[in-house]
């Protein structure tokens, strides 16, 4: 049995990559370290929470003391845990650079002192920057973030490289571009339209709403990362995506016509600040090389995941009274 230890796998994508992972690979056991933020929910892991190959430790990647309580043998380390709302880092960025990049050169630093098969970065489209109306990011293409967000998660990147370089932490990295699904916590896109759209609230399209995003579902990222662990050779960079873009607008009506709600729901807003205007991913290399692509027909997945938040009112429910964060506080007090 290897083991695999997960960082941020009580946020949307690291929870779904564990389920992932516990119902499809009989030859790994989890250790889900994760700090619950904001955007943490252990209730996301409700139904593995009793897997005798699931383990959950309380902790912070950017304190390195956590590191003297987790197990020497680990096989493998996939770092999920960031800070990931655009908006918010514009907001307010120290907390981006302290999780993101520091806790990131903290997990190399823990890799390095332990011997591990491999430590996957989870990163992101964003850290290529923004596209005109053609072309695709390519694995070569330059790092040009444009926001705090994408800026540390860029730098993490280049510490993730320069671990594997200078220290030989054999490492990969995966660039991805905007997932969706069950469990994604509803301040982004997707989920904040499903979510506002059943109450009868406004949704604030940002701009002229003609931004285009490359949407892919999260469990074909799942898979994609899973394939890197397995198949991926140590140093590359792999580019993740769906295939599919779509403008803002578009996707908004889209939700809006599932839901039965009127368009008139939808409010103009203000503009994001730096707001890139398209993404794209080029997905031939993992494709060529690894023999991965994303298998979720997007219109099919939509109507799932439209379904899913649908059925899970309690789950948004208690995101939007607070009590989901009691359990956070369970955890200080020891
Ligand atoms: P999320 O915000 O839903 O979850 C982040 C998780 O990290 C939470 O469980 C949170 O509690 C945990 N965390 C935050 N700070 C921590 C810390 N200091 N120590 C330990 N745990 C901490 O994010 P997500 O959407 O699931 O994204 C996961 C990763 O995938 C991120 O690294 C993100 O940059 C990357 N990514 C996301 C997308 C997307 O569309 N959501 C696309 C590409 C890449
Ligand atoms: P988001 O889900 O925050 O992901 P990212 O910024 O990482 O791509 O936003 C997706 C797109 O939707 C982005 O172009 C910003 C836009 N957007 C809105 O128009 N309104 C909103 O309320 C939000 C959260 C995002």
């Known amino acids: 049995m290897e083991t695999i230890l997960v960082t941020g796998g009580a946020g949307f994508i690291g929870s779904n990559f564990i389920r992932f992972v516990l119902s499809n690979f009989k030859e790994y056991q989890v250790i889900n370290l994760d700090f619950l933020t904001y955007a943490g929910n252990l209730s996301n892991l409700k139904d593995v929470e009793t897997d005798k190959k699931y383990k959950f430790i309380f902790g912070d990647i950017s304190d390195k003391k956590i590191f003297e309580r987790l197990p020497k043998n680990i096989d493998y380390i996939i770092n999920f845990a960031a800070e990931s709302h655009v908006d918010r880092s514009i907001q307010e960025a120290g907390i981006f650079l302290k999780t993101n990049v520091l806790g990131t050169l903290n997990l190399l630093e823990h890799a390095r002192s332990i011997s591990i098969k491999k430590f996957i970065q989870v990163s992101t489209d964003e850290v290529y920057g923004s596209l005109d109306e053609t072309g695709k990011f390519s694995e070569t293409t330059n790092l040009s973030p444009n926001n705090p967000y994408s800026a540390s998660k860029a730098s993490a990147d280049l510490f993730v490289n320069?671990?594997?370089?200078?220290?030989?932490?054999?490492?990969?990295?995966?660039?991805?571009?905007?997932?969706?699904?069950?469990?994604?916590?509803?301040?982004?896109?997707?989920?904040?339209?499903?979510?506002?759209?059943?109450?009868?609230?406004?949704?604030?399209?940002?701009?002229?709403?003609?931004?285009?995003?490359?949407?892919?579902?999260?469990?074909?990222?799942?898979?994609?990362?899973?394939?890197?662990?397995?198949?991926?050779k140590i140093g590359e960079i792999y580019n993740i995506g769906g295939g599919n873009e779509i403008q803002n607008i578009n996707l908004v009506k889209s939700i809006l016509s599932q839901l039965n709600k009127p368009f008139d729901l939808i409010s103009f807003v203000e503009d994001r600040k730096g707001h890139d205007k398209r993404y794209a991913i080029d997905f031939r290399k993992i494709h060529e090389k690894l023999s991965w692509s994303p298998k979720i027909d997007f219109k099919k997945g939509l109507e799932n995941t439209v379904q899913w938040y649908k059925n899970n009112i309690d789950w948004i429910r208690n995101i939007q009274d607070g009590s989901y964060l009691k359990i956070r506080e369970q955890f200080f007090k020891g």
């Open 162 to 232: 320069s671990y594997h370089k200078t220290h030989e932490v054999p490492a990969n990295i995966t660039r991805c571009s905007n997932n969706y699904g069950p469990y994604q916590f509803p301040e982004k896109l997707i989920p904040l339209t499903i979510m506002r759209a059943l109450n009868d609230q406004e949704i604030p399209v940002y701009g002229d709403g003609t931004n285009i995003r490359d949407w892919i579902h999260v469990e074909d990222h799942a898979r994609g990362i899973m394939t890197v662990l397995q198949k991926g």
